[in-house]
């Protein structure tokens, strides 16, 4: 009787751990945009329920390639030098601080998602690459502040153009 009362508990622990995200889960392939349908996902309220941004590490995939040329859920036509991340829960233009390893960046919301692998965040592939991100990980994210949704949030800023005159202003 003893012996099944703390084989339940310890069975009982080791779900809690899951649920609370303790124990991660496997990562995806980087081929794949870090979510993929083979990876193994957090099973339990955890992996259907987002956790409150900002609240300790976080599950993050990356999408890219099968979704250049279409349009974010704020408006945005993803490219290849789109930075910005997508979040089901926080507003279009709010600003993420971003932490993997020892690199940090501060990314806008412009898309919904993710809806794969229980993750939170789902960053652009140019943000995943600044990062060093080539699979599902766990990051620090924390929202800092919040800028206008622009259709073009998330570009990188174009730089002035030179003049015929090599740059030289006339007069």
Same mark, same amino acid.
């Given at each position: 009787?003893?012996?099944?009362?703390?084989?339940?508990?310890?069975?009982?622990?080791?779900?809690?751990?899951?649920?609370?995200?303790? #124990?991660?889960?496997?990562?995806?392939?980087?081929?794949?945009?870090?979510?993929?349908?083979?990876?193994?996902?957090?099973?339990?309220?955890?992996? !259907?329920?987002?956790?409150?941004?900002? %609240?300790?590490?976080? +599950?993050?995939?990356?999408?890219? *390639?099968?979704?250049?040329?279409?349009?974010?859920?704020?408006?945005?036509?993803?490219?290849?030098?789109?930075?910005?991340?997508?979040?089901?829960?926080?507003?279009?233009? /709010?600003?993420?601080?971003?932490?993997? %390893?020892?690199?940090? #960046?501060?990314?806008?919301? +412009?898309? %919904?998602?993710?809806?794969?692998?229980?993750?939170?965040?789902? @960053?652009?592939?140019?943000?995943?690459?600044?990062?060093? +991100?080539?699979?599902?990980?766990? +990051?620090?994210?924390?929202?800092?502040? !919040?800028?206008?949704?622009?259709? /073009? @949030?998330?570009?990188?800023?174009?730089? *002035?153009? @030179?003049?015929?005159?090599?740059?030289?202003?006339?007069?």
């Amino acid at each position: 009787m003893q012996r099944a009362v703390k084989k339940t508990t310890v069975v009982a622990l080791l779900g809690a751990m899951l649920c609370a995200g303790v #124990l991660g889960a496997e990562p995806a392939s980087a081929s794949t945009g870090g979510a993929s349908a083979g990876a193994t996902a957090i099973v339990g309220p955890v992996a !259907s329920a987002p956790r409150k941004p900002g %609240r300790g590490a976080s +599950i993050a995939t990356w999408f890219g *390639p099968g979704f250049y040329g279409q349009r974010t859920a704020c408006g945005q036509m993803l490219t290849p030098a789109v930075v910005g991340v997508a979040n089901r829960t926080l507003r279009c233009g /709010t600003l993420v601080d971003v932490t993997y %390893r020892s690199r940090r #960046l501060v990314v806008p919301v +412009i898309d %919904r998602g993710p809806y794969a692998n229980g993750a939170d965040w789902d @960053l652009t592939s140019e943000a995943a690459r600044a990062l060093g +991100i080539q699979d599902t990980v766990r +990051i620090r994210a924390r929202v800092v502040g !919040s800028v206008p949704n622009t259709p /073009t @949030l998330g570009l990188p800023p174009v730089a *002035p153009q @030179l003049t015929a005159t090599g740059g030289a202003s006339a007069g």
